[in-house]
């Protein structure tokens, strides 16, 4: 009986110890974001968004392209400059996105885009419309 205790209690002992805590994604910004209706008119190269998620007061975007690892690609979060007035209110963004890599393996890679830029004055919540993305995105601040 007191072998089953011990074995009990390391069992436990072992379960509690050997959790690991969450890891909290911390994407960092590595792309600038502005307001063109110029640019955002302009068509780029192309490119898959794969996922679009907000994290805190970012939009992170994966995007997949043929290109050899990715490392290379440029990304800019370009809003349309266009503010519809519902509620919450909505901005148009899409990601202008440069590959210059010529090999032909499909790669994919996260852009994070700081979304400060694009708050309105007298809200606090933003519903994004990425143009090649299914789902608007509610950015809250």
């Known amino acids: 009986m007191k ?10 002992l072992t379960a509690l110890f050997s959790c690991d805590n969450e890891k909290i994604y911390t994407p960092v910004v590595n792309t600038e974001t502005i307001i063109s209706p110029e640019l955002y008119e302009k068509p780029d190269d192309d490119k898959t968004i794969i996922d679009a ?3 805190g007061d970012l939009l992170v ?6 290109g050899c690892d990715g490392s290379t690609w440029t990304g800019l979060l370009i809003d349309k400059g266009l503010v519809a ?17 010529l090999c032909l393996a499909s790669v994919s890679r996260d852009f994070s885009f700081d979304l400060k830029p694009l708050r309105v004055n007298g809200d606090n919540r933003i519903t994004i419309c990425l143009t090649g993305w299914e789902k608007n995105l ?4």
Do not use: C, D, H, W
């Open 85 to 101: 007035e519902s509620y919450p209110v909505q901005r148009f963004v899409r990601v202008k996105f440069t590959n210059k890599e």
């Open 61 to 66: 975007v994966t995007v997949g392209a043929s």
């Open 3 to 12: 072998i089953l205790k011990i074995f009990t209690l390391f069992l436990f």
């Open 53 to 55: 998620r907000i994290v």
């Open 138 to 141: 509610l950015y809250v601040y």
